[in-house]
């Protein structure tokens, strides 16, 4: 099935081809993106590679809309986080996706273990996350906030290092980094706290 990187966007605008094209060239970046399919609307998908070749990634637009693939995407999404931690993360989820509009998945291929492929990568995802409001997710680590902060715990128990979290404090973020293998800090972000030891954002 493979490995996906997704942006939840509010707008159901389609992000300009150029626009994702000129955020290579902004960063200096050696990669080319080709339109593999389109219509009236806009591209449906893409293919992002190397100048050698090698393929990063596929980008899939999904629009959401009645009975649509985007909106069976919600809807399953709906079902994963029915359990989530923090609690408060998943419910805010919850209400969030009813104003998703467009589903952008980003499907990594093998190419990502090439030269600089994850920052290639990264600069077309934030072109596309950057063009309406959106959320953040990835694949065996969870959702963000539209500020970027992680969110929603689905990180495998094995995880660590440091990491930008955010939990809810009333209808606000409180922004911090944490480590993700100690557990005391771990346990306190599942039951939607700030972890004693975190340093604030």
């Not at 953040?136 to 979290?165: C, K, P, R, T």
């Amino acid at each position: 099935m493979g490995y996906y990187v997704r942006v939840f966007s509010t707008s159901s605008e389609c992000v300009p081809f150029d626009e994702l094209k000129s955020a290579l060239v902004d960063n200096s970046l050696k990669a080319e993106i080709q339109c593999e399919e389109e219509d009236e609307s806009g591209w449906n998908q893409l293919l992002l590679i190397h100048k050698d070749g090698r393929e990063i990634a596929v980008i899939e637009r999904n629009p959401v809309f009645d009975r649509s693939l985007g909106e069976e995407e919600i809807e399953e999404f709906l079902e994963d986080i029915e359990d989530g931690k923090p609690a408060s993360a998943a419910k805010w989820l919850k209400e969030y996706f009813k104003k998703i509009k467009c589903i952008y998945a980003f499907q990594v291929l093998s190419g990502t273990d090439h030269k600089n492929d994850w920052e290639i990568l990264g600069a077309v995802k934030e072109a596309v996350w950057n063009y309406g409001p959106g959320i953040l997710q990835a694949d065996s680590e969870g959702f963000s906030n539209e500020e970027g902060y992680h969110i929603l715990w689905q990180f495998s128990d094995s995880v660590d290092g440091n990491w930008w979290m955010a939990v809810l404090d009333g209808k606000s973020w409180k922004n911090f980094e944490m480590d993700l293998g100690n557990k005391d800090q771990r346990a306190a972000f599942l039951e939607g706290k700030v972890p004693i030891g975190a340093n604030m954002a």
